[in-house]
Nanobody, 121 residues
Framework: QVQLVESGGGLVQAGGSLRLSCAAS????????MTWFRQPPGSEREFVATISWSGLRSSYADSVRGRFTISRHNTKNTAYLQLNSLKPEDTAIYYC??????????????WGQGTQVTVSA
């Protein structure tokens, strides 16, 4: 019973930055891990970054490590993805997802609608 809404996408030049937000609403009995995925044009969805409910654990895809930063503000019910040093290959629809567990075995029952990020060369 969690609804997620992404925002903050747009068109930027290579080397630029964006901050994506994922606002959560609804009621749940579970502390949720928040994860960002992306789907490039003509490609399958891929993992980007994840952060535990406490914010103490996080991990990143090799392709974005050092450039992107995931964070969350639990009292605002919002997760963020800071995208720096953007490259054309970062162009994708970015999705926010919530899971009941942290780690590679987690499943993601809650998803947002996605926000488009386009990076021009």
């Amino acid at each position: 019973q969690v609804q997620l809404v992404e925002s903050g996408g747009g068109l930027v030049q290579a080397g630029g930055s964006l901050r994506l937000s994922c606002a959560a609403s609804g009621r749940t009995f579970t502390d949720l891990t928040m994860t960002w995925f992306r789907q490039p044009p003509g490609s399958e969805r891929e993992f980007v970054a994840t952060i535990s409910w406490s914010g103490l654990r996080s991990s990143y895809a090799d392709s974005v490590r050092g450039r992107f930063t995931i964070s969350r503000h639990n009292t605002k019910n919002t997760a963020y993805l800071q995208l720096n040093s953007l490259k054309p290959e970062d162009t994708a629809i970015y999705y926010c997802a919530a899971s009941l567990d942290y780690g590679p075995a987690a499943s993601y029952p809650f998803w947002g609608q996605g926000t488009q990020v386009t990076v021009s060369a």
